[in-house]
């Protein structure tokens, strides 16, 4: 059962920090943990357009590389391919793959208080989506009015808050309003800084969005992290 709370506050619209997608995928049998180990950053986390949007390369030194995209033994044998989880406590999201491995990826988490945790669905998959701003948070809020449900919305672009790529989680055939998705600010992977919803480099939310499957399995985990780490 999804548990969550009232947004707070507006979604995080700060200027570009460096988010950059390529969509490349690894294959299998590359030797990822000496690539994580190594201070160069990955090149699929370099520069790449996508759908009309040059995207930035993600800088050095700001996304350790316990965070780097990679693909690691199953730590989920139980579930079956295809399922998403997701760790609030290690800023890792796992998806299931065949054969015992899963690809991993680093994200960005809700602050103490907008976390939420359970077991959803992806409904759907958008590239380059609109952002709406919930009427609660335009509420609480009134300068994100022009973004609102009423307005139409945030267009796509580098400076919307999903970034390249959203997946929206239902629970029981109704919108969660949480997503999985991309986000301009590359600082942000490895905290708690959102307002519930899953942020990933945009990158990483390129390539999780050409793995995962529509009607794919979705299990948030309760956040463990003290209040003070928030």
Partial sequence: MITRRLFLGAASMAALSGCTTTGSSRQAGTDVAVEAQSSI???FYGAVEDGGFLI??????????RYWRRRVANPFPQEAAGTIIVDPTAFHLHLVEEGGTAMRYGVGVGKQGFAWSGDAVIQYKR?????KAPDDMVARNPKLEPY????GGMEPGLMNPLGARALYL?????????????NPEANSIGKAVSS???RLLNQDIIDLHDRARSGGKVIVRPSRMPAALS
Avoid: Q
Wanted: glycine share 10%; hydrophobic share 40%; charged share 10%.
């Fill in 41 to 43: 950053m990955p090149a």
């Fill in 56 to 65: 930035p390369a993600v800088p050095a030194g700001v996304v350790p590389p």
């Fill in 127 to 131: 590239k380059w989506p609109t952002w």
């Fill in 148 to 151: 609102s449900v009423a307005n």
């Fill in 170 to 182: 239902f629970h029981n055939g109704e919108d969660t309003l949480y997503r999985l998705h991309g």
């Fill in 196 to 198: 519930g919803c899953i």
